[in-house]
């Protein structure tokens, strides 16, 4: 049997692959509904895919799968609850095509460990899961959260997760708001919490917020010949972008022609350039390469217009709370006044400081090494946690050795990977080490 830990978008299309290879599964996840995760978990209609139906298949050689079951056109973008609902069909019909090989734990996983015959999972209800190998399918291992001080988290006033059930409840109609950060997710509350005489406030180090999605001719990736540091890289894509600007008057179309070198990309890169990479690109590059909804956009333009929604190009250097909310002390001297603050900031990078149980064990027990630069795990190229055990990851946990691989046709593409390698070592006479 295989334990999947993880029942979102990756765990769930991991699960699939495996069932379809004969194996059986464990599926262990605390959710009660299979296939929603973090990206997913949203109800809010005007929280769609970044993109579109077309790309978004399960399958990888049946492309219309999901516009398909969805009835939609292939360029439409779908609310990301409709997405959901599709991977928990998707898992439906494959245990359904293998009855008897799914087993569903609703449980939180909290520590695993290597046992004489693959590995022993642990359970916070206190009881375990034993199995061949394991796949974790986790997602981002939490936000960042530098920003915040430590008299902060306990108060109404302040959120630390604007994706956990029930979080923006306590939100005050009567109040404004602040976001820290200006991605994706701030995107979608802005939408989410507009209300006549509120102002929603977005505050990041760069103001950047996503750039639209627009139609774009197919152009094919650049050569990477030459290619050996980060000043090298840099000069490739502003000449491939100056092409791409002259042959279809876009950018978007070099962009996206990245998509299939950018590992190739990052792994060109010394760490030194790696880390200058994240200090001094990483914020044009996730506003280029992960781009919001036209429909989106258009309401964004249309809130920043009437002053509902604004933006703040600062650091927050200090949160101070009130009885009844809060003050951010921001970086150019100002200071904002509301009734909650949400932490909007994405992505933890570092693993090392991941707080979740699991995780931490995982690399204080040396079944695990953190990946380039503490991004994600260390990883083999079929993604098998490199170690001793029968450990395998796909999405943002390898991120130090693909750097793009939390968007749904990259983890599409890693769940048939995964579940190859896993069912291939697993049912073999002996289990390598890595």
Known sequence: MIAVIGAGAAGVTTAARLLERGASVCLVDPAEERGRGVAYRTDDPRHLLNVPAGKMSALQDDPGDFARWAGVAVTEFVPRRVFGAYLAAHLDGASARNPGRLRVVRDRATRLERSRDGVRISLAAGDFVTADAAVLAIGAVGDRDDWVPTDTPDSAAFVPDPWAPGALTGVRDDRDVVLVGTGLTAVDLAMTLNRPGRVVHAVSRTGLLPRRHRPAEPMRPPELTGCTGLDDVRRLVSAHVRESVRRHGDWRPA???????????????????????????????????????STTARTLIRLRRNGTLRTHRTGVTAVRMLPDGVVLHLGNGTELTAGTVINCTGLR???????DPLVAGLLADGIAAPGPLGLGFDTLPDGRVRGDAPLWTLGALRRGNLWETTAYPEIRAQAADV????????????VPSC
């Open 419 to 430: 579940a190859r390698s896993v069912t291939t070592t697993a049912w073999s006479s002996e």
């Open 255 to 293: 962009v996206d022609s990245l998509r299939p070198v950018t590992a190739r990309l990052w792994d060109l890169l010394p760490l030194r350039d790696r880390s200058r990479f994240l200090a001094e690109d990483l914020r044009s590059w996730e506003v280029h390469r992960h781009r919001m909804p």
């Open 349 to 355: 990078h570092d693993v090392r400081r991941c707080p």
